[in-house]
């Protein structure tokens, strides 16, 4: 057993929003320094896990118990890089001030960044392999390397908790592999992370825990016990499955 500090404890939670139940049952525990990969098909609840750990959809039965704390109250300490395609990409500032806008919370909004506060920024882009985009205007970069920007962003806030949602949908494979260092790098400094996917290798390659995601919960464990065909079918609502490689295809609708 991990002796390291639980950091996310779901407890028979619900989740729901207004009258309307999307999750339902959950149970399961991240320690310090490990990443649950949440997975399931579309409309699974992923991403409405995801905002139940920002406290921003409510926990209706149960608990969720972030970093010691509810959700909302953990949400200085917790980090959330949201969906590729939900960026902006007109947004008029460079990739560095993108990334400064993660240390804010820290520097507060009226006080001058610091020497410290540019190395910060400066590390994480470099963590995620932009250093030399630093001046650039955020529209001018891919969407994969727009994805990595959001991430430095993330890191320059020196989360305890990174919640990723689907960080890796249509990135190319430059920026898979620096996703995947960032987070083994954040995993090493002992924070937690969360990456909702569909990408059974970025499972294996990088979570400790996997939660099979369908309204319900199939499974919430060590990656090697669940992440099996037959709990993956189940998962998948008995729909015509592939296991192509290490992604899942669903087939048949
Ligand atoms: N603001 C909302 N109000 C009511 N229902 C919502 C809201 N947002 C999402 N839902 C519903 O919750 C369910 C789960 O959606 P969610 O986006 O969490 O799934 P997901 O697993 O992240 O899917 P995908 O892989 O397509 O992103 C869906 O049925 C969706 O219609």
Not at 36 to 65: C, D, M
Not at 161 to 167: H, S, V, Y
Not at 223 to 243: I, N, S, W
């Amino acid at each position: 057993m991990s002796e390291r500090a639980p950091t996310l404890v779901i407890d028979r939670a619900s989740v729901a929003y207004g009258d309307v139940p999307v999750l339902e049952e959950l149970d399961g525990v991240v320690h310090e320094g490990e990443a649950v990969a949440l997975i399931g098909p579309n409309g699974a609840g992923k991403s409405t896990l995801i905002k139940a750990l920002l406290g921003l959809v409510p926990v209706v039965r149960g608990r969720i118990e972030v970093l010691g704390t509810t959700p909302a109250q953990a949400r200085r300490d917790v980090a959330y890089v949201p969906q590729a395609d939900t960026l902006d990409p007109d947004f008029p500032v460079s990739v560095e001030q993108v990334v400064m806008m993660g240390r804010y919370r820290r520097i507060g909004w009226l006080r001058r960044p610091s020497a410290a506060d540019r190395a910060e920024v400066a590390g994480a882009l470099e963590r995620v392999g932009l250093a030399a985009r630093a001046r650039d205007r955020f529209g001018t970069l891919s969407g994969g390397q727009r994805q990595r920007v959001l991430l430095a962003r993330a890191i320059a806030a020196g989360p305890r908790m990174l919640l990723l949602d689907e960080p890796f949908n249509g990135v190319d494979a430059v920026s898979q592999h620096a996703l995947l260092e960032a987070i083994g790098s954040l995993k090493e400094q002992g924070a937690s992370v969360v990456v909702s996917t569909h990408d059974l290798a970025i499972a294996h390659l990088a979570c400790d825990e996997v939660c099979l995601l369908n309204r319900h919960q199939f499974g919430f464990g060590p990656t090697g016990d669940v992440l099996t065909p037959e709990r993956l079918r189940a998962t998948y609502g008995g729909h015509a499955l592939e296991l192509r490689g290490d992604r899942v295809i669903v087939t048949q609708t």
